[in-house]
């Protein structure tokens, strides 16, 4: 069983950054693909960014294109979303999730990816 993690959401000027960790257990985190989504209230949840395996591959929904930067340190489990001119609009609960299958890149399917974590909340005010 995975269990995923996030933290460093909270409340944030526009304008501001912030920087969001999914810590993952278990020991077969470097050969998953690595995505981060979000869910405003009301809406359905929605693609971010993702990240292959090996962090030599990353794309990003057009939304986060330019200001937000997702990274993964395989030795510490852990993978980051970087997100910075933040914009009322991106108020939202973020999620990690690991894709499906081993290895390659990952779709932005949300059908696609079967371990999620729990959420954490990030509020920027305008």
């Known amino acids: 069983q995975v269990q995923l993690v996030e933290s460093g959401g909270g409340l944030v000027q526009a304008g501001g950054s912030l920087r969001l960790s999914c810590a993952a257990s278990g020991r077969t985190f470097s050969r998953y693909a690595m995505g981060w989504f979000r869910q405003a209230p009301g809406q359905e949840r929605e693609y971010v960014a993702r990240?292959?395996?090996?962090?030599?591959?990353?794309r990003y929904a057009d939304s986060a294109k330019g200001r937000f930067t997702i990274s993964r340190d395989n030795a510490k489990n852990t993978v980051y979303l970087q997100m910075n001119s933040l914009k009322a609009e991106d108020t939202a609960v973020y999620y990690c999730?690991?894709?499906?299958?081993?290895?390659?890149?990952?779709?932005?399917?949300?059908?696609?990816?079967?371990?999620w974590g729990q959420g954490t909340q990030v509020t920027v005010s305008s």
């Open positions: 990240i292959s395996w090996s962090g030599g591959i990353t």
């Open positions: 999730a690991r894709h499906k299958a081993a290895y390659g890149l990952g779709p932005i399917d949300t059908n696609e990816y079967d371990y």
